[in-house]
């Protein structure tokens, strides 16, 4: 899941993007209206915080702008102390969710998850797919009961695939989605990370669709378990 943090307070802004980086996310930064308005028009992002006070261009206008050219990714505001009129005005500009600063860190986090998740259509923070378990508060993957442990690439390639179970997801998508801007993207490595996450989850749900991409399903119902619960 890739993400965007449009602060102007530098400060808050990297202890943001620090701690939605330790969750596993890939996160982009913005510091005004107009950079922040820029990368979410042309990158696409899995979810934004935005903050309303900003220089250049205010979040509500950015958000207004986002929403008038057709971006439909989720959008936490960050509104300065407890105003309620920045949260009807950023609620009727399109915004999903806000939090009132100052915030703690966990908050943000957490709504960020349940912002993701519906947007994919899950309405708990663990995702099931199969014997496949994500659990999504602690990061962690359980895989027929037992833990499986999965480098940062590795948890944020499942995460997405498990966000998007059932539909084809193309090495191009994923390159968007699992790297930040700055990283040295390069859609071979896909394939890689794919590889060790199949011997990884040791269960077989990550299919190659020849041209098309990777689909994540659960195994056949037909076929019988492949192993008794401990
Ligand atoms: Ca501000």
């Known amino acids: 899941m890739r993400l965007l943090v449009v602060e102007d307070d530098r400060d808050l802004n990297r202890q943001i993007v620090s701690a939605l980086e330790e969750a596993g996310y890939a996160v982009d930064r913005a510091y005004d209206g107009e950079e922040g308005h820029f990368l979410g028009d042309t990158e696409p992002y899995d979810a934004v915080v935005l903050d309303i006070g900003l220089p250049k261009k205010d979040g509500i ?4 702008e986002w929403r008038a050219a057709g971006r439909k990714m989720p959008v936490l505001i960050l509104t300065a102390r407890d105003r309620w009129s920045d949260k009807v005005q950023g609620f009727d500009s399109g915004a999903d969710d806000y939090v009132a600063k100052p915030f703690h860190m966990e908050e943000v986090l957490a709504r960020i998850r349940a912002l993701l998740r519906r947007a994919a259509g899950h309405a708990t923070s663990d995702i099931v797919c199969g014997p496949v378990r994500l659990d999504t508060r602690a990061g962690r993957v359980v895989v027929d009961g037992a833990a499986v442990k999965l480098t940062s690439h590795e948890y944020r390639l499942l995460a997405y ?10 090495r191009t998508e994923l390159v968007e989605h699992l790297y930040d801007q700055d990283f040295d993207r390069d859609s071979n490595t896909i394939e890689v990370f794919v590889g060790r996450l199949r011997k990884k989850l040791g269960v077989d749900m990550i299919q190659t669709v020849r041209g098309l991409g990777y689909l994540m399903t659960p195994p056949e119902p037909a076929a019988p378990a492949s192993k008794p619960a401990r």
């Open 61 to 64: 206008a950015v958000l207004q």
């Open 161 to 170: 695939l498990m966000h998007h179970t059932g539909r084809v997801i193309s």
